[in-house]
């Protein structure tokens, strides 16, 4: 499923990058070579991070 409509940024790249050491929406998105654009996507992407940082991230795709 995508997160990210704009850049095409699934869930599973969402983890990949948070695995990767992203501590913040924008390194998500950075990680795959992308920027924000409309935003919307930024709250569901730092409510996975605050998911991973509580240890329960469950990469989907």
């Known amino acids: 499923m995508y997160v990210c409509n ?3 940024v699934t869930r599973g790249e969402v983890a990949e990058a948070i695995e ?3 501590q913040k929406p924008t390194d998500v998105l950075a990680h ?3 920027e924000p654009c409309c ?3 930024l709250p569901e ?3 996975t991070i ?6 329960s991230l469950v ?3």
């Open 6 to 8: 704009c850049n095409g």
């Open 20 to 22: 990767a050491g992203a």
């Open 59 to 61: 990469a989907a795709e």
């Open 32 to 34: 795959h070579g992308c």
């Open 39 to 41: 935003g919307r996507c």
């Open 45 to 47: 992407i730092a409510e």
């Open 50 to 55: 605050g998911g991973a940082k509580a240890g």
